[in-house]
């Protein structure tokens, strides 16, 4: 199996992650990418926080789980508001995510970045095949790759593949 990449994607819009993600299973049932987990923040107007889903079943293999998905977010949108002793058990935590490139740098600019009115698909994906996910994703590209644990060449192509001609 090839190595698992998490990419998190920016629309501007509350309801594009949410038809990203239907697109990206119908990606996964056709074997244009295999799919580990994905999970997906919807942030209406008006609200004072975030929607969040996931939207792999937890007996997917490779799927990080509702735990990781529930801890990940909480880090990003919901921490600030609990207090200093949480938020200390919440950094301890936090510290092992490193290794795959969620870090504080991440944290703080998903969280300047998925505000009112925007949303976020959030993938643990391996083995895409560009040219399809492009195509797939024609009539709905996200606006933004906010994050990604591929190498810089790897981005590069990614964003290569998402840019208009």
């Known amino acids: 199996m090839a190595k698992a990449t998490l990419t998190v994607w920016k629309f501007n819009t509350p309801g594009g992650a949410r038809d ?3 697109t990206l299973n119908r990606l996964a049932s056709e074997q244009s990418i295999v799919l ?5 923040v919807s942030w209406e107007e008006g ?3 975030p929607k969040t889903q996931q939207h792999t079943p937890t007996t997917s293999a490779g799927a990080l789980g509702g735990a990781f998905w529930g801890m990940l977010f909480g880090l990003i949108f919901f921490i600030p ?5 949480v938020g200390a058990a919440a950094g301890a935590l936090a510290g092992s995510l490193t290794d795959v490139g969620i870090d504080d740098g991440f944290i703080k ?10 949303s976020a698909l959030f ?3 391996s083995d895409a095949v560009i040219d399809k996910v492009r195509e797939a994703f024609a009539d709905n590209p996200p606006d933004d ?4 644990n591929l190498s810089a ?5 990614l964003h290569d593949a998402f840019d208009e001609d």
């Open 123 to 125: 993938v643990m994906s």
């Open 109 to 118: 600019k998903v969280r300047d970045q998925i505000t009112p009115g925007t």
């Open 81 to 85: 508001l609990l207090g200093a002793a």
């Open 20 to 22: 990203a993600s239907a």
């Open 153 to 157: 060449e790897q981005e590069a192509a």
């Open 145 to 148: 790759l906010i994050f990604t």
């Open 36 to 40: 580990h987990d994905a999970a997906t």
């Open 47 to 49: 609200k004072k926080k």
